[in-house]
Structure formats: structure tokens, C-alpha cells
């Protein structure tokens, strides 16, 4: 903790706060209060209430702390909230990917290396660069990991404003982004709120969904959200969503290649977010031929390993029911019909129905 009697100038410190950020890589950073009012916590207890969090469980499971960060981490004054863009350069177009039904869509935040270790990497350099600067002082570092609401921190410290598809929007960057924080003890000045919402009247990311999971503005029905039912959810993707997630195994970005804002989308910097193993442009059957030791070294590092290699297989054998028929994709289907998990079984042989071939799955 700073002494007293030796307190830094905290205008000066902010200033060089947000240099420092941007020197480690990260594309912008500012500073909010923390005491984020009680709206968030009003609008967080409705979802929960509504069940729309399915089974994120760990979403109601501390109690206020998500919308009050001082109870979180006690001592808490401001929120450094940090920007990075991840979007690979180099990678296949989403939407051509998506319009090829032997491909495997793959979320682009997802190509490259896993971004909590990126963030919290650089997150921590900051800290370092802070203590360096005044010396001892409290801080946590946090990157989509613990019960804190990213998106209305980065709206109050005017990063963005929130999306009717609820992630944060930039008019100079969109959303192809990631978000950090470092909770602290110091009392740095704040930035002003973003102003207010940029979407006017636009509906478009609510009309593409697939799924219809934008079930209003500003409120996503999780359950229903190709991400989580690829991601999050453990038991089997429920019948009437099946079809509707197409080639989509890991994730859905397409509320925002619709969103007009990502027409000044920046393609990340950042080497470790560049594409690995091809994951923008491979088919699923080769994904699907995949053994388990291969999914593991592939994916070490990865953020799509943390869903193991059973989800995966169970994502792909939904993708492969959805693409065009073909004897390599039913032969392949028909090879794990034997499958020693019944979760990706019971996908098979969904897959197998919808090419008109479970008569001659064994």
C-alpha cells in the first residue's frame, strides 16, 4: 500500500497507466469507478431469475460480488479496463467459412492461443509497471475468469457501449476484442461514461441469430446461444437446435460479422492470436478423424481444450449431420457409431438420421 505522505501525482499515473497499456499490447485502456451502481445487479438478478443462464451455474453463484467489485477484491477503488484485439489477419473469412457446409466454423477469438493466458500475461506486466513506478499497492488481475461484468465496467469507464447483442461496441473497432481488468486501490481519476448507445434502430444481430437466443435488446437467453450449447453446455445439445447450428462447432460469431460497426473491426497485433493448425479453413471430417492425444497436443494452449475431446466429437458429429450428404461423411459417421462415450453416440446416430443412413449404422 502507497504511504500517505508519499502519495503520486494519480492524474500523471492514469496518463502513464494508459502508455504503458498500449506499449504491452493492449489496444486501449481507461478507468472506471468502482461502485457501478445498483442497475447492473437489478439487471443481472432478472436473468438469473428467468433461468436464462441454463446450467452456468457459477453465474448466480456469488451472490452480489459480480456487480459490486469492492466485495469481490475489499479495498477496491478503480477499475483498469483494458481493450485487446484479437482477430487473426490472416484468417479465412467467417462468412465463407459458414457457407461451406463440409468446413468447421470456428469462433475467431478461438484461432489462436488461449486469451485468458494472453490478458492476465499482460495484465500483470502492467501491475508490474505500476509498482515499479509508485511501489506497493493492491491489485487483482481479472480476464473473463471471475464474477465480474466486463462489459458494464468497459461502458462506465467509456471504453464502449453495449450492443443489442450485449457485447461491447466501439465506433473505431467494433468487437472483435478481448477485455481485462486490474481491480486497485488507488484512487485514480475516472473516465467519463460512453455516451449513449450507438445502435439507433438496428436490429440486424437479433435477426441473424440462428437460434433467436437475442431475445430481446440487450438480453441474451444463454440456453439458446450456439456458443453456449457448443461451449458450455456438458449433456447433449437439445433436438431443436441441432440444425439450426449448422457447421458451427466452437462457438458463433454471427452476431457480429452482421453487426455494421465491425466494418471498422482492426485485425489484432498480437502474434499469439494468430491462426494454429489451419482452424480457419479444415473440414470437419478431419477434425472428426482427430484421435484424443491429437485433439490434446493440437489444442494444448488452446481455448477450445477446455471442452474436451468428448464435446468436441459431439460438437463435429452435428456439424457433419448438417453438411451435404457424402459417403466419406456417413463412413465416418458409421466409424463412431461404437463410440465409447453415449453423449457423442446419440450425436451420431442424430447425424446419421439426417443423411437417411441409420439403417446401416451397426
Not at 161 to 182: D, I
Amino acid at each position: 500500500m502507497n504511504s500517505p505522505g508519499n502519495a503520486p501525482d494519480y492524474g500523471q499515473l492514469a496518463a502513464d497507466i494508459k502508455r504503458w497499456a498500449v506499449e504491452l499490447g493492449f489496444d486501449a485502456v481507461t478507468i472506471a469507478d468502482a461502485d457501478l451502481g445498483e442497475a447492473p445487479l437489478r439487471g443481472l438478478d432478472a436473468w438469473l431469475a428467468a433461468g436464462q443462464h441454463g446450467e452456468m451455474a457459477f453465474m448466480a453463484a456469488h451472490g452480489t460480488k459480480r456487480a459490486r467489485p469492492a466485495e469481490l477484491v475489499p479495498g477496491t477503488l478503480r477499475i483498469i479496463s483494458a481493450r485487446m484485439n484479437y482477430r487473426p489477419a490472416a484468417a479465412k473469412p467467417y462468412e465463407a467459412v459458414l457457407a461451406d457446409t463440409q468446413a468447421a466454423a470456428i469462433s475467431r477469438y478461438a484461432l489462436g492461443r488461449d486469451y485468458h493466458k494472453v490478458l492476465r500475461n499482460r495484465l500483470q506486466k502492467l501491475a508490474d509497471r505500476i509498482n515499479a513506478a509508485i511501489g506497493d499497492f493492491q491489485y487483482r488481475a481479472f480476464t473473463d475468469s471471475a464474477p465480474v461484468l466486463e462489459v458494464e465496467i468497459a461502458t462506465q469507464a467509456g471504453l464502449g457501449w453495449r450492443g443489442k447483442h450485449t457485447l461491447l461496441l466501439t465506433r473505431e473497432h467494433g468487437s472483435y476484442f478481448f477485455l481485462g481488468e486490474l481491480f486497485t486501490d488507488l484512487p485514480l481519476p475516472v473516465d467519463p461514461p460512453a455516451p449513449s448507445e450507438h445502435c439507433g434502430r438496428c436490429t440486424r444481430c437479433i435477426d441473424v441469430c440462428p437460434t433467436q437466443a437475442i431475445v430481446a435488446p440487450y438480453q441474451v437467453d444463454a440456453r439458446r446461444c450456439i456458443s453456449y450449447l457448443t461451449i458450455e453446455l456438458k449433456e447433449a445439445i437439445p433436438l431443436e437446435f441441432r440444425p439450426l447450428i449448422g457447421n458451427r462447432v466452437y462457438g458463433c460469431d454471427d452476431c457480429q460479422m452482421i453487426c455494421p460497426w465491425n466494418r471498422f473491426a482492426v485485425d489484432s497485433k498480437e502474434a499469439d492470436f494468430n491462426v494454429r493448425h489451419g482452424l480457419d479453413d479444415v473440414s470437419l471430417l478431419s477434425l472428426f478423424a482427430w484421435s484424443e492425444e491429437e485433439f490434446k497436443v493440437k489444442l494444448a494452449g488452446s481455448a477450445i481444450q477446455r471442452i474436451g475431446y468428448e464435446r468436441w466429437l459431439r460438437n463435429i458429429a452435428v456439424g457433419l449431420g448438417n453438411a451435404a450428404t457424402s459417403p466419406e461423411i456417413v463412413a465416418a459417421l458409421e466409424a463412431r457409431t461404437q463410440d465409447a462415450s453415449e453423449l457423442v453416440r446419440e450425436h451420431v446416430a442424430w447425424a446419421l438420421q439426417q443423411h437417411g443412413a441409420h439403417e446401416r449404422s451397426p
